[in-house]
């Protein structure tokens, strides 16, 4: 095939040596099989800003630190220079989250390089080792169904104790490998513990799962997975290999209200009272 324009320069230098076809095209970018020596690989061509019609929404850019205190506060500015950067931060995203999600175990493609907005990474294989497939171009048993759900939701957890959560998780990006789900498309990956949105972002991507899954196998409509997940995450009690049920129990204790108010006010005078005792060594002095 002809070789598209923004893969042209990684041709030129070698790290490319043909493109074999496009793979697929989505919101955020295309995809194309190229060979590199004698390895089949993807190469991830993100699209322009104007192109895309995923939005760089707030709720997900939340809770990332850059290193740069001079391009901070240009994109928060929101000048040319910072809008230039916050770009390049929202395609470096997918790349870290990639090498940590791989360096924690979770199931994704493997980064191989980042070069002008292109992904190099590797290409996930069925078992005739063609390219695989996503989720929604498959049909389930009832058990393949409820086999590929526990996988998908044992990376969620794997990815929660590494400290993300995928954000945009659906059966769009979840391929089948031929050992397994393989979790892909990271760029909104949201930090679980520095964004007040993660632990919604998480369920609505466990709920996701459950209603795809669910379509093959109906019992799994009467799971909760994701809010047991958030529960264990948020006492400090969720660990990779973590024993769930798909079970969960709100706290539904009646606050005592007058207790409250009696627990602030004895707050109040505490505070009052070291205030007071401040000032009056102040005087001392």
């Known amino acids: 095939m002809k070789i598209p324009a923004r893969l042209q320069p990684l041709v030129d230098d070698g790290l490319i040596d043909a493109v074999l076809g496009q793979l697929m095209s989505g919101k955020e970018a295309q995809v194309y099989v190229v060979r590199c020596g004698e390895e089949r690989r993807c190469a991830k061509v993100f699209k322009e800003a104007r192109q895309r019609s995923f939005k760089q929404a707030v709720q997900y850019r939340e809770g990332r630190r850059g290193r740069n205190s001079r391009r901070e ?15 390049q931060a929202w395609l470096n995203a997918e790349v870290e989250a990639l090498h940590r999600l791989a360096a924690a175990g979770v199931r994704v493609p493997t ?22 497939p996503r989720l929604d171009d498959v049909t389930l048993s009832a058990e393949q169904a409820i086999a590929h759900h526990d996988a998908v939701i044992r990376e969620v957890v794997r990815m929660l104790c590494a400290g993300l959560v995928h954000g945009d998780l659906s ?11 393989v979790i892909i498309d990271l760029p909104q990956a949201v930090d679980a513990a520095g964004n007040n949105s993660a632990g919604m972002l998480l369920r609505r991507d466990v709920d996701n799962m459950r209603a795809y899954f669910g379509r093959f196998a109906p ?55 070291r205030l007071a005792r401040c000032g009056e060594a102040q005087d001392e002095e």
């Open 111 to 132: 980064p191989l390089g980042f070069v002008d907005g292109v992904l190099l990474m590797e290409m996930v294989s069925d078992a005739d080792g063609r390219a695989a």
């Open 171 to 181: 059966e769009f990006n979840v391929l089948l490998g031929h050992a397994g789900p």
């Open 219 to 273: 019992a799994l409509h009467d799971t909760d997975y994701g809010r047991e997940i958030w529960a264990l995450y948020e006492a400090g009690e969720l660990h990779p290999d973590s024993a769930l049920t798909g079970r969960f129990v709100g706290d539904s204790t009646a606050v005592d209200v007058d207790e409250l108010i009696t627990v602030i006010e004895d707050a109040r005078e505490q505070q009052a009272w």
């Open 73 to 87: 506060r240009a994109m928060a500015k929101k000048t040319r220079y910072g809008q230039q950067e916050q770009e």
